[in-house]
């Protein structure tokens, strides 16, 4: 079990890494990019350029499964998914996608020897979609890589959903995350793979101290979730097992090893940010049972609460 969970918390976020700020008038930032789910490492942060912002080019490009070329002669980009072919060169706001000339907002640029470009116009041109929350902190890409629409559908009641549509639901239906008479305000990430949904669900300061104080009763971890969990599979289908982990999420500018050294970030505008998981629960579709978890500092897992749902 804890190799599982391990697996879903890199799934869902983990932290960003420090990295060298670059030498050019730009705005290095601590934007988490996020694509289908799993976080993009950068050697550089993502900057931003009169308002849009730039990642490093081939980690993204890998992600989204395009394939790329680097010219260093012409300072050229040619990047191809399927039958989508795209050129940028560093300097020119000028970018062409199959022959034809698309203008962007800002042109792609070199920093620290790294070739940054517009993450909104890569991913849309090869038909990904885009969304930013957490106050522009973090910026999900989704690639659409599901079933085609030439694809025969399969023979089920309901269809398969994707990462940002059970994202969408929840944060529209269980934006304030209630049990008994306590309410929290929350907003999820989620990853849907291999018959599995996975939510991460992540708690300010303030609401994370009343809840851990409630969870001191074993089973409230799994009234708090159960909702989500039965909704999901009444939703999208009853075969779908559906995994939630619990995060403290908030920045500080102090530093403190009080939630563990693992789950804190410095971040370039002094601060440090706390992201700590702290509760798992599982709701099995086949065994219709369910098990919640304490995870403490150093990722090990305590059983809390085990029932049939």
């Known amino acids: 079990m804890k190799k599982k969970v391990a697996i879903i918390t890199t799934l869902l ?10 030498s050019v008038n730009a705005a290095p930032v601590s934007k988490q990019v996020v694509v289908d789910g799993q976080r993009v490492i950068f050697d550089l942060n993502p900057i931003i350029v009169d308002g849009t912002t730039l990642v490093q080019f081939t980690p993204v490009f890998k992600k989204l499964g395009i394939t790329s070329t680097w010219n260093q002669e012409k300072k050229q980009v040619v990047a191809t998914k399927g039958s989508t072919r795209i050129i940028l060169n560093v300097g020119s706001k000028t970018a062409y996608v199959n022959g034809s000339p698309v203008n962007l907002q800002v042109a792609p640029t070199v920093v620290a020897g790294k070739v940054f470009v517009p993450l909104r116009f890569i991913s849309e041109s090869t038909g990904a979609s885009l969304s930013i929350r957490n106050n522009g902190n973090v910026i999900e890409v989704f690639s659409g890589n599901g079933r085609s629409i030439s694809q025969p559908a399969a023979q089920t009641t309901k269809s398969a959903p994707t990462s940002v549509q059970v994202r969408n639901y929840l944060d529209q239906n269980y934006g304030a995350l209630g049990s008994g008479r306590d309410l929290y305000d929350v907003y999820y990430t989620s990853v849907v793979q291999n018959e599995t949904i996975l939510v991460g669900i992540f708690f300010d300061f303030d609401d994370y101290m009343i809840l851990m104080d409630n969870a001191l009763d074993d089973s409230y971890i799994y009234k708090l979730t159960k909702p989500i969990a039965k909704d999901l599979q009444a939703r999208y289908g009853s075969s779908y097992d559906v995994n939630l982990l619990l995060y403290l999420e908030f920045e500080s ?36 049972e369910a098990e919640s978890y304490f995870i403490d500092f150093e990722g090990e897992l305590y059983p809390m609460y085990y029932s049939a749902y």
């Open 253 to 288: 500018p102090f530093y403190t090893s009080t939630f563990g050294i693992d789950n804190i970030t410095p971040l370039s505008n002094g601060n440090y940010q706390i992201l700590k998981p702290s509760f798992y629960s599982a709701f099995s579709a086949d065994s219709g």
């Open 13 to 22: 976020l983990t932290l960003i890494s420090p990295s060298v700020l670059p």
